[in-house]
């Protein structure tokens, strides 16, 4: 299997859920033998020669290689153009920073990268412990652009050797919804269950879905949420408050990955299954 990660961004200000995502961000690329680059703007002058001081003691201690930007802009633009400019596959920032940058981290700014970005973002608060992915949950709806992630779901999932618990759901309770929602859910596990990963199905309808899957994945004790940036587009899955709400206040990681028109190697999974 290819790597899964070859480049990873991390906004950084030393706060709390910085440095947690900088944990998992040099874990991951070590584990990845990934690129690392990280942006931070500070106009604090000792903070900045923290955070400085921060990515010399990691570039030494983890052998790493770093590069670090400090943009001038808006830093959810710049955090975006860096990510392009830089060619990275995934970015991991923090979710609620006190100090330094902390518009980029709160409220609505903290979508605007997810929603502006064309790679996976890993958001995390402070409080994960964890240093690896060992149950993901992924909430499946009736869009076809909710399989999307499946692919990305195998590759982390096969290299954390990681459960997975598919929640099938949606606002609505109507029959068709039903039926789509639990073809779709048995085509992913079916898919899984091909790369020898262990997974289960539980059904949710006609509730508030960000929250449910937040329910689910604190009843299980899950290390990782993967869901697409918009999912249902008629009825707003991870669209506006339900989006800021699974980013901003879950306590679980949640890698969120933008919809595409077309994945190479996707549609082939549900080819004929429509």
Same mark, same amino acid.
């Given at each position: 299997m290819n790597a899964t990660f070859k480049h990873i961004l991390i906004p950084? %200000?030393?706060s709390p859920s910085a440095r947690v995502a900088l944990r998992t961000a040099v874990n991951l690329s070590k584990k990845f033998k990934a690129q690392m680059t990280m942006v931070y703007a500070n106009p604090d002058f000792e903070i900045? =020669?923290? !955070?400085?001081?921060t990515m010399r003691t990691v570039k030494n201690n983890a052998e790493i290689d770093i590069t670090l930007f400090q943009p001038k802009g808006l830093i959810y633009q710049e955090v975006i153009a860096v990510a392009e400019s830089s060619k990275c596959d995934l970015i991991i920032m923090g979710t609620h920073g006190d100090s330094g940058i902390h518009e980029l981290? &709160?409220?609505s700014n903290a979508y605007r990268v997810v929603s502006s970005s064309s790679i996976p973002v890993l958001t995390m608060q402070e409080s994960y412990k964890k240093d690896s992915f060992d149950t993901i949950v992924i909430p499946i709806d009736d869009s076809h652009e909710t399989r999307q992630k499946i692919p990305m779901v195998r590759q982390i999932a096969g290299y954390f050797n990681s459960k997975v618990y598919i929640l099938g759901c949606s606002k609505w309770e109507t029959t %068709? &919804?039903?039926s789509r929602v639990e073809q779709y859910a048995d085509q992913t596990k079916r898919l899984l269950e091909e790369a020898d990963i =262990?997974?289960? !199905?539980?059904?949710n309808f006609g509730g508030n879905i960000a929250e449910a899957t937040m329910d689910y994945s604190e009843e299980i004790k899950a290390d990782l949420i993967i869901a697409?940036? =918009?999912?249902?587009p008629a009825g707003g899955f991870f669209m506006g408050a339900n989006a800021q709400?699974? &980013?901003n206040h879950s306590d679980i990681p949640v890698l969120t990955i933008a919809a595409k028109d077309e994945i190479s190697g996707v549609?082939?999974?549900w080819s004929g299954m429509n």
């Amino acid at each position: 299997m290819n790597a899964t990660f070859k480049h990873i961004l991390i906004p950084f %200000d030393n706060s709390p859920s910085a440095r947690v995502a900088l944990r998992t961000a040099v874990n991951l690329s070590k584990k990845f033998k990934a690129q690392m680059t990280m942006v931070y703007a500070n106009p604090d002058f000792e903070i900045a =020669e923290d !955070i400085m001081e921060t990515m010399r003691t990691v570039k030494n201690n983890a052998e790493i290689d770093i590069t670090l930007f400090q943009p001038k802009g808006l830093i959810y633009q710049e955090v975006i153009a860096v990510a392009e400019s830089s060619k990275c596959d995934l970015i991991i920032m923090g979710t609620h920073g006190d100090s330094g940058i902390h518009e980029l981290f &709160v409220g609505s700014n903290a979508y605007r990268v997810v929603s502006s970005s064309s790679i996976p973002v890993l958001t995390m608060q402070e409080s994960y412990k964890k240093d690896s992915f060992d149950t993901i949950v992924i909430p499946i709806d009736d869009s076809h652009e909710t399989r999307q992630k499946i692919p990305m779901v195998r590759q982390i999932a096969g290299y954390f050797n990681s459960k997975v618990y598919i929640l099938g759901c949606s606002k609505w309770e109507t029959t %068709d &919804v039903r039926s789509r929602v639990e073809q779709y859910a048995d085509q992913t596990k079916r898919l899984l269950e091909e790369a020898d990963i =262990e997974c289960e !199905i539980r059904h949710n309808f006609g509730g508030n879905i960000a929250e449910a899957t937040m329910d689910y994945s604190e009843e299980i004790k899950a290390d990782l949420i993967i869901a697409m940036s =918009e999912s249902e587009p008629a009825g707003g899955f991870f669209m506006g408050a339900n989006a800021q709400r699974l &980013v901003n206040h879950s306590d679980i990681p949640v890698l969120t990955i933008a919809a595409k028109d077309e994945i190479s190697g996707v549609s082939a999974y549900w080819s004929g299954m429509n």
